[in-house]
């Protein structure tokens, strides 16, 4: 999952079609984690927004296909195989929304670490200065 592997970005994105997209269950593990850390979260975001890239491809291979088909056993696997292209990316944009909820909350809490530090900061340079003053 590590796009730091690859050493662009562009190669990550044309390598994500060869990749097994993670179940379910693996990206609840992941979000369970506390050592994820927020680029690993993005790099996951990536691969699947690309996963569902490639579905929707497919999605309109099929389509084609199952208007170019005259019979009537051809039209129902098209059919069949659209519907499970249908399946998989309904349980790709709901990963991809947790993911991002998980990246959300991290960055969320990230920012406020940020602010509360800042805030200190702040306050101690306010005592300084009035310190200086006296």
């Known amino acids: ?17 060869s990749l097994e997209s993670p179940t379910s269950d693996t990206i609840a593990t992941i979000i369970r984690n506390p050592n994820t850390t927020v680029g690993e979260l993005k790099d996951l975001t990536e691969l699947l927004k690309c996963k569902q890239s490639d579905i929707k491809r497919k999605r309109l291979a099929v389509h084609d296909k199952r208007q170019r088909v005259l019979s009537d056993e051809g039209r129902l696997a098209c059919e069949k195989e659209f519907a499970t292209l249908e399946k998989a990316a ?32 702040k306050l101690r340079s306010k005592k300084t200065k009035s310190k200086k003053k006296s």
């Open 90 to 121: 309904e349980t790709l944009e709901v990963n991809i929304r947790v993911v991002q909820n998980q990246l959300d909350a991290i960055q969320g809490q990230t920012l406020e670490t940020m602010k509360t530090t800042q805030g200190k900061n």
């Open 1 to 17: 999952l590590d796009a730091n592997n690859f050493g662009d970005e562009d190669v990550f994105l044309s390598t994500c079609a």
